[in-house]
């Protein structure tokens, strides 16, 4: 069965830069949510959104912005990059909004600020 | 707003034995909860959930939990374990305070299961 995509895998990045990642989420998926998780650590909330329009947020840096686009696919905008920025960016996807719905997630982009 | 505590860093049991992954949760209104395993380098793969209905919830790999509204618990656990179940594994209650849809995440048991 397909699953969530994200891109890249891998991403090295100098303090001060900007980084794009990219979520593809299931077909027919319509909620995208993203997570950062830290070394050791558990995942943290970042954003979601739901037919394109963001339907909650979390501890989302004000560096950071993101957006889903009409074929439900979502970005995460990362700027002026910092040290503390470097973890596993998840993307999941969900068949709907609702609260009993599954998330599903990706792989990750293992994002290093160096 | 709504939280889950797994209070076990680690877990070792040798194969072939029962395994048993604590979680217990505090939420106000109905418990939606997931639990998640997590692979080195890999992404978190869903196991089950519990939303309504029965206690003992079925998932995949042979993994089931038990939903305990008294006790505020829901333990996984799996009859006889294998040395591939070795992994993180992470409990999740959906936190939708205020509208929200979110996932918070316990902060995971790492699972060892050895000869």
């Known amino acids: 069965a397909a699953g969530v995509i994200q891109s890249p895998r891998h991403l090295i990045k100098e303090k001060r830069e900007t980084a794009t990642l990219k979520c593809y989420p299931i077909?027919?998926?319509?909620?995208v949510y993203w997570y950062q998780q830290g070394p050791g650590q558990d995942p943290q909330f970042l954003i979601s959104?739901?037919?394109?329009?963001?339907?909650d947020k979390g501890s989302i840096p004000d560096r950071f912005s993101a957006q889903q686009f009409s074929d439900y696919h979502s970005e995460l905008n990362m700027s002026s990059l910092e040290l503390g920025d470097s973890a596993l960016y998840f993307c999941?996807?969900?068949?709907?909004?609702?609260?009993?719905?599954?998330?599903?997630f990706g792989p990750g982009t293992r994002l290093l600020v160096l | 707003a709504q939280s889950v505590a797994q209070p076990e860093d680690q877990v070792n049991v040798a194969e072939g034995n029962p395994l048993t992954v604590k979680c217990t949760y505090s939420?106000?209104?109905?418990?939606?909860l997931f639990w998640y395993v997590q692979y080195p380098n890999r992404g978190l793969q869903f196991l089950l959930k519990?939303?309504?209905?029965?206690?003992l919830v079925k998932g995949s790999y042979g993994f089931e939990a038990e939903f305990n509204k008294s006790q505020t618990s829901f333990h996984l656990k799996k009859p006889s374990a294998l040395v591939s179940d070795s992994a993180l594994y992470f409990c999740?209650?959906?936190?939708?305070?205020?509208?929200?849809?979110?996932?918070?995440f316990g902060t995971g048991t790492q699972l060892k299961v050895e000869l």
């Open positions: 959104f739901y037919e394109k329009m963001q339907s």
């Open positions: 999941a996807s969900s068949l709907g909004p609702k609260s009993q719905e599954t998330q599903y």
């Open positions: 519990y939303i309504t209905g029965d206690n």
């Open positions: 939420v106000s209104g109905n418990p939606y």
């Open positions: 999740a209650v959906r936190d939708y305070a205020g509208g929200g849809n979110k996932l918070t």
């Open positions: 077909p027919r998926h319509d909620t």
